[in-house]
C-alpha cells in the first residue's frame, strides 16, 4: 500500500523559511509527476509547485521566486521562502504513476503569522 508522509509544517514568522517533505512508502514505483497543492479554508485545493521526473520544474505565480521545488526518486520537497501570512493554508504533497494513478499526502498544516 502507497502512503505519501509529509512533514515540515508548523507556524513561522512572516518572512520567514520551511522545508516541506514528502516521502512515498510501501511502493517501488517510480512517480512520473510529484508536486505541492494547498488549500485554504473556503477555497478550493489549488496547485503550488510541481516537478517531473526529469527534473522539469512548474510554479504557481503566487510562488514564483520563493519556494523551490525538489525530489529524489521517491520524495518530493518544498522549500518556502520569504513566508507571508496568506500562504497560511495546509499543503498536500502528491505523486502521479505513468498509469494514471494519484496518490495524496495527509496534509501539513503552514500558519504564517504577521
Known amino acids: 500500500q502507497v502512503q505519501l508522509v509529509e512533514s515540515g509544517g508548523g507556524l513561522v514568522q512572516a518572512g520567514g523559511s520551511l522545508r516541506l517533505s514528502c516521502a512515498a512508502s510501501g511502493t517501488m514505483f517510480n512517480f512520473n509527476s510529484m508536486g505541492w497543492y494547498r488549500q485554504i479554508p473556503g477555497k478550493e485545493r489549488e496547485l503550488v509547485a510541481l516537478i517531473t521526473s526529469v527534473g522539469r520544474t512548474d510554479y504557481a505565480d503566487f510562488v514564483k521566486a520563493r519556494f523551490t521545488i525538489s525530489r529524489t526518486q521517491n520524495t518530493v520537497y518544498l522549500q518556502m521562502n520569504s513566508l507571508k501570512p496568506e500562504d497560511t493554508a495546509v499543503y498536500f504533497c502528491?505523486?502521479?504513476?505513468?498509469?494514471?494513478?494519484?496518490?495524496w499526502g495527509q496534509g501539513t498544516q503552514v500558519t504564517v503569522s504577521s
Open positions: 502528491y505523486a502521479d504513476r505513468p498509469i494514471g494513478i494519484r496518490y
